[in-house]
């Protein structure tokens, strides 16, 4: 006899190894051969929706390791909507204008710009960014993610672009948009003004300079020839120094350095002293700030008059509390210059090139001009110490080189003017994880406008017209008109027509009596495209509303998509776009290091599916507690494929044992269970329960998630 013919042993063909990189391509073929999420949508029509709204990634290289794990936490969410009694739609998007794609298609590509249009130029761009579309496409349904991957929203299509007209033209109605000549967040390697979000920071080396500015007019306060200490690092902005600020509470010091008479804020007596290698000195008398106010100093370099001036934004945190101002290069300064009447001298270029109103200076670069200007203060006995120090300091993210403050003129969002509307927003939002809603909420609190055109050519024009006089034109009818060609045509038909085309037929205006005009150059910046998304996609699909239920992102879009979204939603609406807010840490190494090429410590997403598959990546992701910095590294993938191994040879021990079950003729009621049975269905109940109350909270770390499981079992 033989007895393991005797024995119950568990059948099944359900296979000890996956095979992963191999079995999943053609499962996921089959899956769109049937078409799951039109399926899915068409099954679950009528339930009540639940809309988690994509932030689009930016159409440019392969995705990285932040991609999945941002898209795959979307996948986990919107599948466990679906399966708990909601219609769960989801559309992927993709951020496709800027200069990213400029700059690939210039220096990668060998695209010579001279030799076009801008409007040929930009049918290039466009080319060149459905491309990128394509292959992200690919990379994303790799991994697993449903969603409607055939008719994504793309910021390049007419009809996304329309409706961002109509978001222009509607904050424009409600007296949001203005142009003016203010100091912007400049990039001379970008030639073009730069959003906050577009401001990463870097250590730089930069000369530390005190500069002595003499008394031209004391008004009975200070004595002619008695000099004003300031301190700056950026010695490129003393040729458009035109006044020093003081604080009008603080009390400011003469101190005597031999024949020497300098004025410092007395709290900061013992640091410039120090600083400036002052040995001895003696505090002759002390000065309130206030009586210092309309003293006329005389510039180091050129002799014209600086004039002291009081601002609250002066403190004793660092320098002398006499603050160097050049209105057209820092915030601070235009508004104080605004206050007294102040030119906006402005002697740098968009390429950080000195001009004709730095003499001494012209045609340097502006870096290369401060070793020049510190020469010539010194030569003229107003240098009072030099060094250097190595600071934090804005770069442009893109080319990561230095940015400037500089002023020029430029669209603006004006924020002020709704800002405690879009606190009250914020304040009505959930957010995950908690500490996200004091972020945001900091940030719009402390923001100032928002400067929205680029000098670029890629990306969506804005859409003014101005007349023989100069006035721009803004109108209902223009915006409409606008938006409408925007739909038929695209945008670039802005680039194609001249102004008369592209105005309604028979438009006039008094400030063009022979009926002439021109139209702007400059285009929107990208975070006005992305943020309008929730016009120019929630409320344009119809299988999607306005607000979505959740905006889900990575940490650094509390500065980005979050931030610039909530303020079109805002201008327009009167309300955020989205109920919920959760944000995601960033993907780190297996040491806790941002992964870098230079370093060799990158993990692709496509080599990782390629070797364990992406079932590896789904159960990595659904592991870690995403709302923190996550690690990943080959050897934390080994572990993660290891854990998936023993929940397969599980289900496959299970999927065994249940070869001869008949639920026809095997099921039973159940109070017809056996006692052990009940335990067992019992605990089963909890721990559904358990989960479904964790995923209900966006709090993954506990779920595997069933669509994990459910690629096995097809």
């Keep these: 006899m033989d007895y393991k013919d005797t024995l119950l042993m568990p059948k099944t063909d359900f296979p000890m190894r996956g095979n992963l990189p191999n079995r999943e391509p053609d499962m996921q073929k089959k899956w769109e051969e049937q078409d799951i999420y039109s399926l899915v949508q068409e099954r679950t029509k009528d339930r009540p929706k639940f809309v988690l709204h994509d932030g689009p990634p930016y159409a440019n290289g392969d995705i990285h390791m932040g991609h999945a794990l941002n898209k795959i936490l979307k996948d986990f969410i919107v599948r466990y909507k679906s399966m708990s009694g909601y219609n769960a739609p989801y559309v992927p998007g993709w951020d496709t204008h800027g200069l990213p ?44 993610v449903r969603g409607d991957w055939e008719n994504p929203y793309v910021t390049l299509k007419p009809e996304y672009e329309a409706q961002q007209i109509r978001v222009f033209g509607e904050m424009a109605k409600r007296g949001y948009i203005y142009k003016g000549l203010k100091p912007v967040n400049w990039s001379p390697s970008s030639e073009s003004a730069l959003a906050e979000a577009e401001i990463e920071y870097q250590d730089k080396r930069s000369a530390s300079i005190y500069v002595a500015f003499g008394v031209k007019d004391g008004k009975g306060v200070l004595e002619n020839g008695e000099r004003i200490i300031i301190w700056t690092t950026t010695p490129w902005t003393i040729p458009a120094n035109l006044g020093i600020s003081v604080h009008p509470d603080l009390e400011y010091s003469v101190i005597a350095v031999g024949d020497d008479r300098f004025v410092v804020a007395s709290a900061l007596v013992e640091a410039v002293a120090s600083a400036c290698g002052f040995e001895q000195y003696e505090v002759t008398r002390t000065i309130k700030g206030k009586d210092l106010e309309n003293i006329i100093a005389e510039h180091p370099l050129y002799g014209r008059d600086s004039l002291v001036m009081l601002g609250d934004h002066v403190t004793t945190d660092a320098g002398t509390g006499c603050v160097h101002t050049a209105p057209g290069h820092g915030e601070d300064d235009f508004i104080i210059g605004q206050k007294y009447g102040l030119d906006v001298l402005c002697p740098v270029d968009e390429k950080g090139v000195m001009t004709s109103e730095a003499p001494g200076f012209e045609g340097m670069f502006y870096d290369d001009a401060n070793k020049a200007i510190t020469q010539q203060l010194e030569e003229k006995g107003a240098l009072v110490k030099l060094e250097f120090i190595t600071h934090s300091y804005p770069h442009d993210w893109r080319t990561k080189k230095p940015t400037i403050f500089r002023a020029t003129a430029q669209w603006f969002a004006s924020i002020k003017d709704f800002r405690s509307d879009l606190l009250d927003a914020i304040k009505e939002t959930k957010w995950v994880p908690e500490w996200g809603e004091q972020r945001l909420h900091n940030m719009v609190r402390d923001r100032g406008d928002w400067c929205i055109s680029r000098q670029r050519a890629w990306g969506v024009p804005i859409p003014v017209f101005y007349a023989e006089n100069g006035e721009p034109i803004i109108t209902d009818e223009t915006i409409e008109h606008v938006s409408e060609l925007f739909r038929k045509h695209g945008s670039n038909i802005w680039f194609e027509k001249e102004a008369k085309d592209l105005l309604p037929e028979g438009f006039t205006h008094p400030g063009s009596p022979n009926g002439t005009f021109t139209k702007e150059q400059d285009i929107m910046d990208v ?77 692709v997403p496509a080599k990782v599916m390629k070797q364990l598959g992406a079932d590896i990546l789904r159960l990595w992701v659904s592991s870690v507690d995403y709302q923190a910095d996550v690690r990943v590294s080959d050897a934390i993938l080994k572990q993660v494929a290891e854990v998936y191994r023993k929940i397969r040879n599980t289900f496959r021990f299970l999927h065994g044992n249940l070869f001869d079950f008949d639920p026809k003729t095997n099921a039973v009621a159940v109070e017809d269970l056996r006692e052990v049975d009940q335990y067992m269905l019992i605990k089963l109940n909890k721990l559904i329960d358990k989960v479904k109350k964790r995923m209900t909270s966006t709090n993954l770390r506990l779920c595997i998630t069933a669509s994990t499981i459910s690629v096995q079992l097809n």
């Excluded at 930009?122 to 459905?130: D, G, S, T």
């Excluded at 409320?539 to 905006?551: F, G, I, N, S």
């Design 101 to 144: 794609i400029e700059t690939a298609l210039t220096k990668n590509k060998k695209v010579n710009r001279k030799e076009m249009s801008v409007a040929e130029f930009r049918k290039l761009c466009e080319e060149y960014a459905w491309k990128q579309i394509e292959g992200q496409r690919e990379q994303f349904k790799r991994l697993g």
């Design 527 to 603: 975070w006005f495209d992305s943020g309008s998304s929730h016009q120019a996609v929630l409320e344009e699909r119809e299988d999607l509303v306005r607000p979505a239920d959740l905006y889900l992102e990575g940490s650094d879009q509390y500065r980005g998509w979050f931030n610039s979204s909530l303020s079109t939603a805002v201008a327009v609406t009167g309300k955020a776009p989205y109920k919920g807010v959760l944000s995601h840490g960033f993907a780190l190494d297996g040491e806790g290091r941002k992964m870098s090429k230079s370093i060799g410590n990158v993990v």
